[in-house]
T-cell receptor, first 117, second 118 residues
Framework: AQKITQTQPGMFVQEKEAVTLDCTYD???????LFWYKQPSSGEMIFLIY??????QNATEGRYSLNFQKARKSANLVISASQLGDSAMYFC??????????????FGAGTRLFVKA | DTGVSQDPRHKITKRGQNVTFRCDPI?????LYWYRQTLGQGPEFLTY????????KSRLLSDRFSAERPKGSFSTLEIQRTEQGDSAMYLC????????????????FGPGTRLTVL
C-alpha cells in the first residue's frame, strides 16, 4: 500500500537560512507524482512544487526545490532563505493512478515549520 | 479566476443529523477531489470525480458518506447519521484535464467546510 512518511513533526529554522523537510514514500507503481503543500494557520492548502516520477531533474519553484532521490524513495523539500511567512504546516503528498482510471492522493502527517527572527 | 469555493464554511450539527456540503470547482477543471482533515493530520482522501463519473472512492469511507457531481460541475458531499468522529475539516480540490502527455498537475484547494458534530 502506498504511504507517505514525514518524520519531523516540528522544525525550527533561523530567518534567512535554508531548511530541508524530509519526505519518504512507498509505492510499487512506476508512474506517480509527488507534491508539497503549505498550510498556514488560516487553513488554506497552497501548492508549492511538483515532481513527476519520470522527471530527470529536480523541480524548482522560486525559493523551493525538491530533492528527488528515486532509488531511496525520498522527496525532500528545501526552502532557501527562510522568511517569517514560511512558518506553517508542510505536507508531502503522492498521487497514483488507479486501475479505475481515477487518481488517489495520499498525504503525509506534515511537518510544522517555525521560522525564528 | 475565482478559485474553488465551498459552502458552508462552518457547520454545527447534532449527532444523528444529515449534512450536505457543496463544492464549486474552478470552471475549466474537470477533476474534483474530496478530502477530510482532522486536527494535526494531513488530508485524508475520500473520493475523486472525473467529470460526472466517480472513479475512485476510499475504502475508509463508510456507507454514511456519499458524493455526487451530477453535471460535471459542482459536487456535493453528504454525511448521513453524523457521528462525533465525523467532526473535521472537509476539503474540496479541483484540477484541470491531464496534459496530452498525461502529466499530472496540481490540485487547487478550496477553503474547506469545518464540521462540528455535537
Amino acid at each position: 500500500a502506498q504511504k507517505i512518511t514525514q518524520t519531523q513533526p516540528g522544525m525550527f529554522v533561523q530567518e534567512k537560512e535554508a531548511v530541508t523537510l524530509d519526505c519518504t514514500y512507498d509505492t510499487s507503481d512506476q508512474s506517480y507524482g509527488l507534491f508539497w503543500y503549505k498550510q498556514p494557520s488560516s487553513g488554506e492548502m497552497i501548492f508549492l512544487i511538483y515532481q513527476g516520477s519520470y522527471d530527470e531533474q529536480n523541480a524548482t519553484e522560486g525559493r523551493y526545490s525538491l530533492n528527488f532521490q528515486k532509488a531511496r524513495k525520498s522527496a525532500n523539500l528545501v526552502i532557501s532563505a527562510s522568511q517569517l511567512g514560511d512558518s506553517a504546516m508542510y505536507f508531502c503528498a503522492m498521487r497514483e493512478a488507479s486501475n479505475t482510471g481515477g487518481f488517489k492522493t495520499i498525504f503525509g502527517a506534515g511537518t510544522r515549520l517555525f521560522v525564528k527572527a | 479566476d475565482t478559485g474553488v469555493s465551498q459552502d458552508p464554511r462552518h457547520k454545527i450539527t447534532k449527532r444523528g443529523q444529515n449534512v450536505t456540503f457543496r463544492c464549486d470547482p474552478i470552471s475549466e477543471h474537470n477533476r474534483l477531489y474530496w478530502y477530510r482533515q482532522t486536527l494535526g493530520q494531513g488530508p485524508e482522501f475520500l473520493t475523486y470525480f472525473q467529470n460526472e463519473a466517480q472513479l475512485e472512492k476510499s475504502r475508509l469511507l463508510s456507507d454514511r458518506f456519499s458524493a455526487e457531481r451530477p453535471k460535471g460541475s459542482f459536487s456535493t458531499l453528504e454525511i448521513q447519521r453524523t457521528e462525533q468522529g465525523d467532526s473535521a475539516m472537509y476539503l474540496c480540490a479541483s484540477s484541470p484535464p491531464l496534459t496530452t502527455s498525461g502529466r499530472a498537475v496540481t490540485q487547487y484547494f478550496g477553503p474547506g467546510t469545518r464540521l462540528t458534530v455535537l
